[in-house]
């Protein structure tokens, strides 16, 4: 079965290596809400304007943007990206179906998340979990996809 | 649907892995379709069917329900 959407197999080393450090990077910063200086520049007021810094009723004449985050989420993005579109080494009609269903997988257990925490997460808190939120149907689909192909295996008998 | 891919396989004395060679997928693909997981494509099976000599129909077999 063709898929034209699946780049090479070669690119799953990168995606390892983006998607751990960036998620370990991401749960510290997320918890310790700590800002690296050296990571943060002064941009011109009338950039704040195009790039939204503090929003458009918000202006200063000279925000700080700090970049750790956007770093974070760029990798996490990529390196999630890499492993879920790089093919496996034989990529066929089972590994296929595999796919598929960690993709329906993602998507049902994203929505059921997200339905849980509108009801019983409410104010600040709420940032958090859309934090969460955009990287979760990418997280649960990879982590279906390589626990059936990789793990499962590994308890099976068979 | 049924198989009886262990069976032939145990005739030809080949493993999932040789198997899964000859037909170009992977192990995990014929385990699927050995333990009725999986039910492969019509090109999936005649492959498998090629390498035991035998008519698709005579590996695999229609349950109740397909």
């Known amino acids: 079965m063709k898929n034209n959407l699946l780049i090479s197999h070669r690119w799953k080393t990168p995606g390892w290596v983006l998607t751990i450090p960036a998620t370990l990077a991401g749960l510290y910063l997320l918890f310790i809400e700590e800002e690296f200086e050296h990571l943060c520049i002064t941009v011109p007021g009338w950039l704040d304007t195009v790039l939204w810094i503090d929003g458009f009723f918000l202006k200063d004449t000279s925000p700080t943007l700090c970049l750790l985050d956007e770093m974070i989420a760029v990798s996490l993005l990529v390196g999630l990206l890499l492993l879920a579109f790089s093919k496996e080494k034989v990529e066929d009609e089972w590994i296929q179906r595999v796919r598929l269903e960690s993709l329906q997988w993602a998507i049902l257990l994203n929505a059921v998340l997200l339905l849980l925490f509108i009801v019983f997460v409410h104010g600040t808190p709420f940032f958090t979990v859309m934090t969460f939120n955009m990287f979760t149907p990418l997280l649960i689909f990879v982590g279906r996809f390589y626990y059936i192909l990789h793990l499962k295996p590994l308890f099976s008998k068979n | ?66």
């Open chain 2, 1 to 66: 649907m049924k198989n009886i891919i262990r069976v032939e396989r145990a005739v030809l004395n080949i493993s999932q892995a040789e198997l899964a060679e000859r037909v170009q997928v992977t192990r995990q693909t014929i385990n699927a379709i050995e333990l009725g997981k999986y039910v492969p494509s019509a090109a999936l099976a005649m492959k498998i069917a090629r390498v035991f000599g035998k008519k698709v129909e005579e590996v695999f077999e229609l349950e109740d329900g397909d």
